[in-house]
Nanobody, 113 residues
Framework: VQLQASGGGLVQPGGSLRLSCAASGTISSFNSMGWFRQVPGKQRELVATITSGGSAYYAHSVKGRFTISRDNARNTVYLQMNSLKLEDTAVYYC????????WGKGTLVTVSS
């Protein structure tokens, strides 16, 4: 499985970005897909996941601001990020779980004024 993340960039506090993760496989057969993020010196942390059944889970820090969604026809998962904060700055990684973890290359999100 190959995962290609895109959509990162520089945005001001309060702004929005949408990340995309295109998968090489049929995502409807994946156990789950999600987004993680990492800043230098810290562990990678879960941001949001969505199961094959469509159930979504969010980290407390992003709940109400971020929305994860999937387009099975396009084999793509999205992360809509609204009301971005300085502390959302990180490298964001796409993840697919199919009884083991698959990772894409990260995409950098920088929130700065």
């Amino acid at each position: 499985v190959q995962l290609q993340a895109s959509g990162g960039g520089l945005v001001q506090p309060g702004g929005s970005l949408r990340l995309s993760c295109a998968a090489s496989g049929t995502i409807s057969s994946f156990n789950s897909m999600g987004w993680f993020r990492q800043v230098p010196g810290k562990q990678r942390e879960l941001v949001a996941t969505i199961t094959s059944g469509g159930s979504a889970y969010y980290a407390h820090s992003v709940k109400g601001r971020f929305t994860i969604s999937r387009d099975n026809a396009r084999n793509t998962v999205y992360l809509q990020m609204n009301s971005l904060k300085l502390e959302d700055t990180a490298v964001y990684y796409c993840n697919a779980y199919i009884y083991t973890d698959y990772w894409g290359k990260g995409t950098l999100v920088t929130v700065s004024s």
